[in-house]
């Protein structure tokens, strides 16, 4: 409760309250998996990360005046560690080149996340002014505005309806396996559209929250990416 309390009271003063990533932390408080990683502000600072990290990273700018990072080029996947310390001062040019006085606060590197065995889906939630915090989830990732394939629920929702929420959307049969890929961990998926519930509606601040992607795999879910907008 504290650490979710800080975030949000933090941005509501701000004329801006808007936050992408930096909100990661109120997933976690909620049990929401997040991928391994941090924000750093220093080339060095990520390279540490980055080391302590299996494998590539991942590396996207942090900006509240940036919070649809790939649209800049300001995501870049798959990053060896001898790339990281070039890769950061790119990321940052690329959001300086877009917006000179942007509010830079970093650069996040994360854990790479399985999404060749993985479904990118989305769940967020939405004030609607007539039935209140409606909670979203559908297909994620670059097929979303594409397919349009969501489902609603007014919050907070039992276990049963977010389940169903895992049943009714037409990509459905995705997540349970359709061509021989084995299925992804729709418990999980299940879970984390409670806890989201749950986050929303225990602070009615929140105007509107997406995680998208989702990330679920046969192994687990994964939210990788965030972002809110408080009242
Ligand atoms: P934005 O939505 O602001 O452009 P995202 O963090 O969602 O930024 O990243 C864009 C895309 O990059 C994601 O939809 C996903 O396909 C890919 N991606 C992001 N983070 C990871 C990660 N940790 N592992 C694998 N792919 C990722
Ligand atoms: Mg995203």
Do not use: C, W
Request: overall charge negative.
């Amino acid at each position: 409760e504290e650490r979710p309390r800080e975030i949000l009271s933090d941005v509501e003063g701000r004329e801006d309250t808007r936050l992408g990533v930096e909100a990661m932390d109120l997933l976690d408080a909620y049990g929401i998996e997040t991928p391994q990683g941090d924000i750093v502000d220093a080339p060095e600072d990520a390279l540490t990360v980055a080391e302590d990290v299996e494998g590539d990273v991942v590396m996207k700018i942090v900006s509240p005046d940036i919070l649809h990072k790939s649209d800049i080029g300001g995501v870049k996947v798959g990053v060896p560690n001898e790339e990281v310390f070039d890769a950061y001062e790119d990321l940052v040019t690329r959001a300086r080149n877009y917006q000179p006085d942007a509010n830079i606060i970093g650069v996040q590197v994360q854990e790479m996340v399985d999404l060749d065995s993985g479904v990118e889906t989305i769940v967020g939630m939405n004030k609607d002014p007539q039935f209140g915090p409606l909670l979203m989830f559908g297909l994620g990732g670059i097929f979303v505005e594409v397919l349009e394939d969501t489902t609603f629920r007014v919050a907070p929702v039992a276990e049963s309806e977010a389940r169903e929420m895992t049943e009714e959307i037409d990509s459905a049969p995705l997540l349970r396996g359709a061509r021989g890929r084995d299925p992804v961990d729709v418990d999980g998926v299940t879970e984390t559209i409670q806890r989201l519930s749950q986050l929303v509606t225990d602070f009615p601040a929140i105007l509107e929250l997406d995680i998208n992607p989702l990330v679920a795999t046969p192994d687990g879910v994964k939210a990788v990416d965030v972002r809110l907008t408080v009242d």
